[in-house]
């Protein structure tokens, strides 16, 4: 159903638990005196720059407002009431406030109902009268507002908004909002609506819409405000595909709080390929939200959870605790082709659960890593093992292959952590980072082997290509940590990151190198290719981090900045380095990768002037405390896709990071912040302190190619222009089997000479996202028909088909009959001479396409009137007299033989006459006679027979 969105009324709201008593009569009447409710104000353009607020819910009317009023938002000091004609909105006090009322113009009158039941409940004391829990609603639906038209209001980001839904088939044309009470409406410098009250200026946002795709991708469609009344206004929308969503504005797709009533937080997230989310983290709530659990009860201190969301985000799969009776925390996911879930981290509980037959039945001591499969459905778990020797282990990173081996990296001060086929037996003394590959069945190592030397050394992160080689990467203080390939051969100072590449058996380096500065750096996430390429993101101190290629070139300043480093795939170089980050400090967590190279990484950052482009709507700048990033690099490096704060007026981080089939980037973390950004939320508000575990799904602002598909004929022609994205665009081609080209700089496309094939034209914008276009290049001429044969001087009309499909001109290219063909119609005559002409045509752009003409005496006449005879004209005699139509009284051709004395000589094939005469030179006079005598018998007697015809 494609839907409007539209943000209508930012409103400040200030937090409160206290709850207005309603007046006792009116629609929208004021609290009675001595009411415990705040003042309403109304927010200016100006407060909202530096004011954050709570997201607004719907409270239904159980009888505590006027019967007139449907739902009702508080939003502090304001107030919306929702009937069934529209909205009203009250700002300041009775006296002196402000009132705005809305309607859909044009509009039935419609009971609205609400949508996304929340968990608040509010009971109200009015005297003798009780109102007892009273439901409240995340959005509020007006169903059938007009023809295949749904309006929708919910509050996001302290913000009322309005959607408008329009049906497959409706039309968006008339769509408006008729606003009363305001002092006038204008259409700003920006596209942006200014909506004029006695109280200060309301501003809208200029409209950002596009489309869902069916593959998931986002399709931007132009739309402006349009005044179309002193007090409405409407929407121009450019064309777009009426089947398909469309939604103005928010590039956040989707975004939730996951949480109750004590500290949740997001380590990691995986996406199958069902699009569905599996978010795992930790928490301290006793009561989590749990939906088909293995585990339904909090085992106490700190659980892992591990949850699988529904691809649109509006249903819990399954959710589960996972966890004993001490601390448990969790540090990565991965999910295989089944949608089982696997789940590494640690564990100080020497009751957490584990499997009969998993390789490590027994607690180690101190503290285990652990890894654990749980079944697709969550509710089981197929293993569970520790994962550890009888000191401190940490599982820090997992990845699956297609098999079902998982491959963990992590870090290890137990001088007997179990290894197996290793690549190093020996603990190197403080922690050692740890490379082990499980067995699908979680019952035996594959193989497990230190790797570090004698200064403290993590592996953080873990990745495998298509050949299943493993890779580990961390941060090291050992000098001599084993090296081979590598790009930079020594520490320059302190902490340094590293990454290695190992063999597939696990027991060889094929590459390994430090990679940082003269201060502390370290990788903290990792992304493999299939090919082997690298990418891996961090944090540094260095001011001489390496930089290759950099969209950053430079330390942004403060303590830390932020970095994405990608290394080729045979090692011992870099494809590009660069930092990441404002003045103050910025934390690299996770980063992946798409298939074209495109890199996705999110963190946490202080920095007011953190590095920003084509940003979210409304996170373009800082929100203050801490905020989560999300940085899309191109494949070089060198430019951003996009660049863009997430958060509220709290605190944000981003800590997971993984990107679905439409390559939205799903991004976890955690917030403390009540106006975190929500969009279609599994849960609306904030569940409890510290924090809330977070999901929020990001799209690419696309660049657009129109046409996107087009047919052309061989060396035809078609101009393309690209919008949206980023201007700047570059065209060409990425595949072209006709031959065709593209001018990069106009879009200028001519198909090439081979016929039946596709053309793909591709433009890229100035921030290296591009867009396709198919090009259908269609069959070449055809001409019709082929390879005809004819008698002297008879005819055929040839037809052309394909290529230009018009303006067509026929031409004979060989002429050895002396025939001729009519350019235009292709009414082609033969010549007097038998031989082999040919004809050619050619389209008005130059394709052409021939046959062969064979000019025979006795041939058949392919002409218009379809005739079969070798010729309608008198014969002459042998002295040049004129000889007229004889009528022999025989049509037989025996009966020429018998009369003329000649032998008849028959062709296989012929029709009509049947015989033909050579040019013996003992014929007479009297024979050729005779012979003329029975050509005209022939003829006259083919008209008689088409006359009979005519008149049957």
């Not at 058949?860 to 002459?876: F, I, L, N, V, Y």
């Amino acid at each position: 159903m494609p839907k409007l969105v539209r943000r209508l009324l930012p409103v400040v709201l200030f937090a409160s638990t206290l709850v207005p008593r309603p007046g006792a009569t009116g629609v929208g009447a004021e609290p009675a005196p001595g009411s415990t409710a705040l003042a309403p104000v109304l927010a200016s353009s100006a407060s909202l720059s530096s004011s954050r607020a709570a997201g607004l819910r719907f409270e239904a009317n159980m009888g505590q407002l006027d019967p007139a009023v449907r739902y009702v938002s508080r939003a502090g000091r304001a107030v919306v009431f929702l009937t069934d004609d529209g909205a009203k909105m009250r700002f300041g006090g009775q006296a002196e406030g402000t009132e705005l009322t809305m309607r859909v113009a044009g509009g039935r009158r419609v009971v609205p109902r609400g949508a996304e039941l929340t968990a608040t409940k509010t009971s109200y004391f009015l005297g003798r009268k009780q109102v007892t829990d009273v439901p409240s609603y995340s959005k509020v639906v007006y169903q059938g507002v007009r023809d295949g038209v749904d309006l929708v209001f919910r509050g996001d980001e302290g913000t009322l908004e309005y959607d408008f839904h329009v049906a497959p088939g409706a039309s968006t044309e008339g769509i408006a909002m008729e606003v009363s009470g305001a002092d006038g409406m204008t259409i700003g410098s920006d596209g942006e609506l200014r909506i004029a009250t006695r109280k200060g200026t309301l501003v809208e946002p200029r409209p950002h819409v596009f489309q869902k795709n069916a593959d998931g991708s986002l399709t931007d469609v132009p739309t402006s405000y349009r005044v179309v009344a002193p007090n409405r206004v409407g929407f121009e929308v450019a064309s777009y595909d009426h089947a398909r969503e469309l939604v103005i504005d928010p590039a956040i797709t989707y975004s939730t709080y996951i949480g109750n009533n004590n500290d949740d937080r997001a380590r990691g997230v995986a996406v199958d390929a069902a699009g569905n989310t599996y978010v795992v983290g930790s928490t301290m709530s006793t009561n989590f939200t749990t939906m088909n659990p293995y585990q339904a009860a909090y085992g106490g201190a700190t659980d892992v959870y591990v949850a699988k969301i529904a691809a649109a985000g509006n249903a819990l799969v399954y959710a589960t605790y996972l966890g004993g009776a001490d601390l448990d925390d969790v540090a990565s996911i991965a999910i295989d082709a089944t949608g089982a879930a696997y789940v590494a981290g640690q564990t100080s509980s020497a009751d957490f659960p584990v499997t009969a037959g998993a390789f490590q039945v027994t607690y180690g001591g101190v503290r285990d890593g652990f890894v654990t499969k749980i079944a697709p459905a969550g509710n089981a778990l197929t293993y569970s093992t520790y994962l550890g020797g009888t000191s401190t282990d940490r599982a820090e990173s997992i990845v699956v292959d297609g098999t079902g081996n998982a491959y963990v990296g992590g870090s290890t001060n137990s001088n007997n952590f179990p290894t197996a086929n290793a690549y190093d037996n020996s603990y190197g003394g403080g922690f050692d980072a740890f490379l082990t590959k499980i067995a699908p069945a979680g019952n035996t190592l594959v193989y497990s082997t230190y790797f570090g030397m004698t200064g403290p050394d993590e592996g953080l992160a873990v990745g495998i290509d298509a050949t299943g080689a493993a890779y580990l990467a961390g941060a090291t203080f050992s000098t001599t940590l084993p090296l081979a390939n590598a790009f930079q051969t020594t520490i320059a100072g302190g902490e340094e990151a590293f990454v290695t590449k190992f063999s597939a058996a696990g027991n060889a380096l094929v590459h390994s190198s430090f990679l940082g500065g003269s201060a502390n750096d370290r990788v903290q996430s990792m992304h493999v290719s299939g090919a082997g390429v690298v990418t891996v993101a961090g944090v540094t101190r260095s001011t001489d981090f390496p930089t290759r290629n950099p969209v950053q070139a430079t330390h942004g300043g403060g303590t830390t900045d932020a970095f994405v480093t990608r290394v080729a795939a045979a090692g011992g170089a870099l494809v590009y380095s660069t930092y990441l980050g404002g003045s103050a400090n910025d934390d690299g967590r996770a980063v992946t990768a798409d298939a074209d190279g495109y890199a996705y990484v999110t963190g946490i950052t202080e920095s007011a002037n953190y590095p920003v482009l084509r940003a979210i709507t409304g996170h373009d700048t800082y929100h203050g405390g801490i905020d989560a990033f999300v940085s899309k690099l191109a494949p070089t490096g060198t430019t951003f896709g996009y660049s863009t704060y997430i958060g509220g007026n709290r605190e944000e981080s981003g800590r997971g990071i993984a990107i679905d089939a439409a390559r939205t980037a799903c991004v976890v973390g955690f917030t403390n912040s009540f106006d975190f950004p929500r969009l279609d939320p599994l849960q609306n508000t904030l569940g409890g302190e510290p924090f809330d575990a977070t999901l929020t799904k990001v799209t690419s602002p696309a660049v657009v190619i129109a046409p996107s598909t087009v047919t052309l004929p061989p060396r035809g022609t078609q101009t393309f222009t690209a919008t949206l994205g980023t201007p700047g665009y570059t065209f060409s081609m990425r595949t072209s089997p006709s031959g065709g080209a593209v001018v990069a700089a106009t879009g200028a496309y001519t198909a090439g000479a081979t016929p039946s094939v596709s053309d793909t034209v591709m433009v890229t914008d100035l921030e290296g996202m591009s867009a396709i276009a198919t090009v259908t290049v269609g069959p070449g001429i055809t001409l019709s028909p082929q390879t005809p044969r004819v008698a002297p001087r008879g005819s055929v009309t040839f037809t052309a088909t394909g290529g230009s499909g018009t303006g067509f001109m026929y031409t004979v290219s060989t002429n050895l009959s002396g025939g001729n063909v009519v350019a235009t119609t292709g009414v082609y005559t033969a010549g007097t001479s038998t031989a082999t002409d040919i004809v050619t045509v050619t389209d008005s752009l130059g394709n052409t396409a021939t046959t062969p003409v064979t000019v025979a005496i006795g041939a058949p006449d392919a002409g218009a009137d379809g005739g079969s005879d070798a010729s309608t004209t008198d014969a002459s005699v042998a002295d040049g007299s004129a000889v007229g139509p004889q009528d022999s009284g025989s049509a037989t051709d025996s009966g020429v033989a018998a009369d003329s004395g000649l032998t008849p000589i028959t062709e296989e094939g012929e029709s009509g006459c049947g015989c033909k005469t050579t040019s013996a030179p003992t014929m007479g006079g009297a024979a050729w006679l005779a012979l003329a005598g029975v050509a005209a018998f022939v003829a006259r007697r083919r008209r008689h027979t088409e006359a009979r015809a005519e008149v049957r």
